[in-house]
C-alpha cells in the first residue's frame, strides 16, 4: 500500500457502476455462460452458504473474464473501473476532501462497511491487535468468526453505491503505479504497453479495503495491489458500463 500522491485533476466521461459487489449467485449464472477466453469455477469462493455475499477469491484475469462473458450476454460492454473511477464513484458527491466517503470519522465506519472491527462474532478493536500482535492478526480474526457478509446491508454512499469500504477488495483496470506521476487525465485505465497483462506476475490495482482490514486500509483514497492471478478470500470487484 503506497502513496495516493501527487493530488491531480482528472476528468471523466459518462458511467455507470454497479450498487452491489458481484454476487455469489450473480457469479455462478455468468461462470456457466459460453467461454470467451478463460475457464471460470462457478464455486470459487471460501465465504459460501449466502448467495448474497461478494464472490471472492477472484483473480483480475477472472473477473475480466466475468465482464466479457456479462458483455457478451447483455450487448452492452461491461467491464472493471479505472482506479480513477472508482475513488470518483465511491467519494460520491463530496467537494472537499474526507477519508471516508462519509466524512473523516474512522468511529462511523460501522454503519457502512465490514472491516476488522464488525465483520466478526463479536466486535473487536482491529488496530489495537494488529499494533499489539500482528504476527497473529488473521488467525485471531479467524478465531472470531471473522469474514464476509451479504451486500447491502450496510449503509450507501450518497450515489447508492454499497459496500465502498470494506467486505472485499475490489479489483481495478489499472496496472500499478506506485504514484500518480504520469497519470491519465481524462481517467481511463492506466495501462503499460509493455506490460504483458496476461503474465501471472503483473500487477493490478485494488481499492476499498476488506473484511480483514483495519479501519485506516478502507479509506477513500488508501491504494493496494496484488498479481493479476493472486486468488485469495479477501478479494473481489464491482463493474461498470457507459450508460446507453
Not at 56 to 83: G, K, M, V
Not at 143 to 168: Q, S, Y
Amino acid at each position: 500500500m503506497l502513496t495516493k500522491k501527487p493530488r491531480h485533476q482528472v476528468t471523466l466521461s459518462g458511467f455507470a457502476m454497479g450498487k452491489y459487489l458481484v454476487t455469489q449467485a450473480q457469479w455462478q449464472i455468468i461462470a456457466r455462460s459460453p467461454q470467451i477466453h478463460i475457464p471460470l469455477n462457478p464455486t470459487p469462493s471460501l465465504y459460501h452458504g449466502n448467495d448474497r455475499c461478494p464472490v471472492e477469491q477472484i483473480s483480475w484475469h477472472e473477473a475480466q473474464e466475468f465482464c466479457a462473458r456479462l458483455s457478451n450476454l447483455a450487448d452492452r460492454t461491461y467491464r472493471l473501473p479505472s482506479e480513477a473511477e472508482w475513488e470518483y464513484a465511491c467519494r460520491a458527491v463530496a467537494e472537499d476532501y474526507t477519508e471516508y466517503s462519509f466524512g473523516d470519522e474512522a468511529s462511523d465506519l460501522d454503519a457502512y462497511g465490514w472491516y476488522g472491527n464488525n465483520s466478526g462474532h463479536e466486535s473487536i478493536d482491529a488496530e489495537a491487535l494488529w499494533q499489539e500482535d500482528r504476527n497473529n492478526y488473521t488467525a485471531r480474526l479467524r478465531a472470531n468468526g471473522n469474514r464476509t457478509h451479504p451486500v447491502g446491508e450496510k449503509m450507501a454512499n450518497a450515489w447508492g453505491l454499497h459496500d465502498m469500504h470494506g467486505n472485499v477488495w475490489e479489483w481495478c483496470a489499472d496496472d500499478w503505479h506506485d504514484d500518480y506521476v504520469g497519470a491519465p487525465e481524462d481517467g481511463t485505465p492506466w495501462l503499460d504497453t509493455n506490460n504483458d497483462n496476461h503474465s501471472q506476475y503483473s500487477l493490478k490495482v485494488l481499492r476499498g479495503g476488506s473484511w480483514n482490514d483495519i479501519a485506516g486500509n478502507c479509506r477513500s483514497a488508501l491504494r493496494n495491489w496484488s498479481d493479476a492471478d493472486y486468488r485469495v478470500n479477501n478479494l473481489g470487484f464491482r463493474v461498470v458500463v457507459a450508460p446507453p
